[in-house]
């Protein structure tokens, strides 16, 4: 028999159940019509102490906040359907909260399936999952879920372009040792990174920049302490900001599992040379949005480049993985899922996917434009690449995944965005269960 867990929470099956039964048609055009996109977002810094999440040590209250913190949503409409991302300044958050945004975006009249929600995994947020911080979470609950009106209430007509960039912000953090196994998290300039730094903008049918959509591969743990703050996102928005006033600067985190900032130490490890922490933030979020910018100097391509009609659509399945120590007897259910905008793909999958599975992924999707993503849904735990299983370490034995979950899971989402290609109009989501 085979026993199904889901990962890094206990949920009751019927909790899961309920999100896949949110998916419902909707009222729908014949064909796309013009593109109109919405825009919100709302600071979601706590007004008091609160629980952080990130780093298990650090057990005590929230001592102030060195930057804010938001939660920033875009809608999609085509008259046919509507399409959905939502980005928040947090670690991850749970299937109640999950369930709860997906919940809000139906209500508007976007299908659940069409909802991507990504966590920036900044490790000095409030924690959200548990009942640790219960006077702060109905707030960061009807901030959050309330977004998605705000950007249907904002839809405007409107042009997109896409182009991807390059940063070198990010290192790998599992350091081998002259035997090839893993020596600590530290510095590891041998093995590759994905400096890939995709960016979507919004423009006004005039031309002018109403948000700028950017992602990169890389945990946000340039410091820690006990004050909140976005970490190296918040300052490459601020970045793109000031070189748009007008537009919304809104970050996706990418396939970052095993990649930390690139703060490094003489003596081999991670830690500041010339800067303080904060100041190292500073820095870091500088260089990636200077890397969003330079992206920019070149026109990108118009979404879709062929100048046609920007088609809609989204899955979002759950999905079985083999457990890692009991891979014959037990698996894990994982949401995975992948959202179509007009010829820009995205796929994003709970848990701190590896920088490999992101770059395999867009290998064997080499013809089309795919934005990898993890950290997407809800959740956490670690999937990282198979070839790393053998070298031990941090992140092989703390996921519950064996190393057959990379092949799954790029298996997924070559099928999810191949299905979305092939299907030229959305009345909604795509028929079939959300729970395979």
Known sequence: MIVRYPLTLTVIAGAVCAAAQLAGAQPVAEAPGPLKVGLATVDITPEGPVYMAGFRARTEPSEGVYAPIFASC??????????????IDVCKIGIPQMEKI?????????????VMINSSHTHCGPTIIGDSNPDYLPVFEQKVCGLLASAVADLQEAALDYTVGSCLVGVNRRQLDAEGRYAGMRPEPRKPIDPDVPVLRVLTPEGDVRAVIFGYACHPTTMGGQEVGPDYPGPAREWIAAAYPECLPIFLQGCGGDIKPRYCAPDGRFGYVLL???????????????AVLTALAVPPQPVPADGGPVVLGGITRLVEVPDRTEPESKVHEIYNGAWRIGDLYFFGSQCELGSQIGLHIKRELSD????PCGYTHWGGGY???AAQYPEGGYEVTSSACAPETEAILVGNAVRFITELHQTPVHEGPIPGPERE
């Open 74 to 87: 875009v809608v999609f409409d085509n008259s046919v359907t509507r399409v959905a991302i939502v980005a």
């Open 102 to 114: 997906r919940a809000a975006a139906e209500a508007v009249g976007i299908p659940p399936q069409h």
């Open 276 to 290: 303080e922490p904060k100041e190292m933030v500073r820095e870091l979020g500088h260089e990636l949005g200077r």
């Open 368 to 371: 089309l434009r795919v934005w």
């Open 383 to 385: 999937i990282i690449d």
